[in-house]
């Protein structure tokens, strides 16, 4: 079975602390991403990366970045947190060849104070 | 006009009834479509995918699809009060790398005794 793993499920920050979300898959898998769900906004794009230290935006980047050295694991950095970003993060992982599914970790519930 | 789109319901089902989900999309050009079940507080789980016109079977569910009408449909048999969630339909664009998908903000199904 496919293991995405995300560092934290719980976490609550200050506004204007830098913030690192962790990830880990065991599949070899090229690609990784990062999402954010809202409610009545659903699932949407922060980052993705189908190779290390290779990123591409996704539909909502702004506020963040990401990092990803080893293909195992992809990390997202708030910058400089605020309370806008207070949501469920979501990483998710797939290979690149084919019409492959992404498999998500658990998800990371953040809240900033 | 939305890439994805799903009726939010919440779609109400007596045990046992067909529960019928439904999702249209408006890239013409998308070739692969997935279906994600997520129970709240949960991380989506992959239930089935579907890239041909038709039907697909699989146990109690069935993903139908019809590029023609930009269509997409999951059919749940024998619906169980475990089946009680918020369905994602999602679909592969054809634009970009590195299998990204766009995701409806889903349908909560509620299987009732």
Redesign the interface.
Known sequence: DVKVTQSSRYLVKRTGEKVFLECVQDMDHE?M?WYRQDP????R?IY???DVKMK?K?DIPEGYSVSREKKERFSLILESASTNQTSMY?CAS???RG?????????TRLSIL | QKEVEQN?GPLSVPEGAIASLNCTYSDRGS??F?WYRQYSG?????IM?I?SNGDKEDGRFTAQLNKASQYVSLLIRDSQPSDSATY?C?V?RLT??????T????TQLKVEL
Request: aromatic residues 18%.
């Open positions: 690609n991403f009545g906004l659903g699932l794009l993705f990366s189908y591409e996704g979501l797939s290979y690149v019409r492959q599914p992404q498999h998500f970790g658990d998800g | 939010s070739q692969s997935f949960k991380s989506p789980e992959l995918f890239y994602l999602a592969k970009g790398g590195g299998n990204k998908l995701f409806g903000t889903g």
